[in-house]
């Protein structure tokens, strides 16, 4: 009796990634109606949407109309603090009003025109000196840094508050596994199957993928009885461990290492070790001190903007008491001391509501800056002399002070000797303090345009500046590292760096009202050139313009002016019918089969991994994107150890026990000279003993160690090199990575295993 073939299943991640490449290349055909219908439910579609479509492209109108009075009437506009703001609300309203007629547009473009005016108006004067009173700026700080501390600790009472409501639900995590670490030893496929209910509430990749690896490993025999037992209850559990603690520090806050051995109930031993690799992950990050214990927090995709904007005021702070005298020092140190545990505490936030506290950064920004031109009025001739041709070409008060402490100490490093009784050489410090005034009045120069015209890329610097683009770059890349600027999007193909801002409520207002309108606009013209001559082809773009109306109006419901949503009625009446009308068009195009031209696999091409842009390669080196790659085999120089299997950590790659008898008589001599004696013998001897090639492999019933054929899942391969290193073969080894994703060969392992 034959034995019954088993069908081995795709992991359901794998499955769902496959259908989805699948389907948007064209290479899975569609449920859909006959070609016959086609006509018919256009039609039907035509008259579902035709009474929600007036309304809809209506509303825009409607809401602009409303929310120019509502910004009238509250003086909106002039709580903009931010040219940048101002310009890209002008931009984006222009574009918008190219296609929507509306008098409450028209009347934004006025007043934010206007507005923009008045603040260059007002810029222009402000730069005529004036003399600053540093002792009322300190008096004024005491309140300031109150009413901080007081939303600091709003914001730790709603994190302790949440933590709270995450107890209950780690509890029930801790109970579970506890369970299911008892059953391991005994059953270890059992455990496994514990543990990944249990790893699913934590969501955490690295254990979801190594366990369904594992899993997928067994149901395919690939591993033993004697080997799952260990990678269950060590590699699995671990991974687990990490989860359950990336979750302590989302729902609960940043803890110290016995904190999170208390709450997982296990030994700290336990916890250091997985938050050791965490951190090499780049997971978590120590965020501060607890007595002398670190404080671990989750690794944040980007830091708040009003934490790194009190963490450069902070900076300066304590330049301004350096140089203050007197009672006046005094009283700067009682407010900078107060400041530093506010940073301490937003650190280990992590994240927060920015608009509570961005408010009072701002002003307490705007007043170290005006104390540090006080203490530069303050100062007297010489080396100062120098330094205040620097304030008034508007520098930033940052890189102001580093230079006014260059110039005054600087040259004790000529004059006197140091600890070691060492002096400088004064050529040497000459050509140090050129490049380094050189460097910090360019970079000065590159804060002072972007915080003044917005974000900018290296390109339009360099032209505004006449600074090479080359120096322009290495002092971004600095002013970033030193979280000076941040990335906030691309250009033209370069990155935009802006300085990090405290966007107030009315500017997060203007912003993301502005963002909208030319995407009401396009959709609105896209819609009524599709619905003037419909056809099949255009369902996709019909869906798309709809769904941007439904977004949009999502967004708008959350804008508030003065407590209370702008246009809420007009909003109300509208989100119902844009609804209806998504869900008829998503239900029409689910009938009609795809228009675009169907593709094989052998239509899609190599896709060449992207590097650094040509003009940063001779700085940066060269720098590949990693994640993407294809491992070719060379079979002359495998040794068949097993090392790039064993040490795959994503199990991608494997010695198949399949011998591939042909190739054995491609093998070029002088590569058979530098294998080892016995391989090279045997390779040999196969040769001279054939009378006719062979044509086809030699399938082996069970692994046999150095010999068999390396197949690498470029589905599973995350391009990672750790193969190619551990390859012990000759001449650098038998593998190597090519920078190319073969989409043919990733698209055919994939239906080869459906």
Known sequence: MSAVEVVKEM????????????????????????ASRIAVEIENLRRGIGPFIEPIVAFPSSYFDAFFETASRTGLLA??????????????????????????????????????????????????????????ILRSMPDLITRMESVVVEYEEKAKSNAVGATAELNTLIDSLLQATAHIQSNPDTGLDALQKIGTKTRYGPFLRASAQVKRGRREGRIEDSRVLQLVSVNILTELYRGIILFILNSMGSKTAVQLATLMRVSPETVQSAVVSMIQRGEIEMAGLEGDSPVFARVLAATPATTLVLKRVIQQFRGVVRSLKGSTQDSAKVSLDRLGPILEKLQLLGEYDETRLSDNVDTLRKAVDSMTEGVLQSQGTGSSDDLRLLVSAGLEAFTRFRLKIALEKGPKLVSEANVYGEKLN???????????????????????????????????????THIPQNRVFQHLLILKRNELLTAVGESHGYVLYDVPRTPNEAEITIRTVSSLAPQLSTAKAEINSILSDFKAADIGRLVGSLDAFSKSCDKMLKIRVGGQVVAESVLKGVEEKIKSAVLLAYRARAKIPSTKPKVTVDDLVEVDVPSVLDEYRDMMGYAPLLGFGTIDWEPSRCLGCKSCQIS????????????????????????????????????????????????????????????GKVETDLWLCVACRTCVRRCPGPEGGALELDLKWSLPEVVKQMTAKA
Do not use: W
């Not at 140090?432 to 917005?454: C, P, S």
């Not at 198949?656 to 016995?678: G, M, R, T, W």
């Open 11 to 34: 992991a359901p991640k794998r499955r769902r990634m496959m259908d989805m490449v699948l389907t948007l290349g064209g290479l899975k055909e569609e449920s859909a109606v006959p």
């Open 426 to 464: 004064p050529e040497t410090y000459d050509r140090m303090v050129a490049t380094y005034l050189d460097n910090e009045l360019e970079r000065g120069m590159i804060l002072v345009l972007i915080r003044d015209i917005g974000a900018m890329t290296a390109h339009d610097l360099a032209r505004k």
């Open 648 to 707: 795959c950590p994503e199990h991608a790659i494997e010695l198949k026990p399949n011998i591939d008898v042909s190739s054995y008589f491609d093998f070029p001599e002088d590569a058979l000279q530098k294998l080892p004696v016995n391989k090279a013998l045997f390779y040999r001897t196969v040769r001279s003993l054939a009378v006719a090639r062979p044509t086809t492999s030699i399938p082996l019933k069970k692994d046999a160690p150095g010999f």
């Open 79 to 136: 709580q903009i603090a931010e040219k940048s703001i101002l310009v890209d609300a002008i931009a984006n309203f222009e574009k918008a009003s190219e296609r929507i007629e509306s008098k409450g547009l028209l009347g934004l473009l006025d007043a934010l025109r206007s507005s923009l005016a008045a603040k260059k108006r007002s810029g222009a004067e402000s730069r005529q000196p004036s003399v600053i009173d540093v002792d009322s």
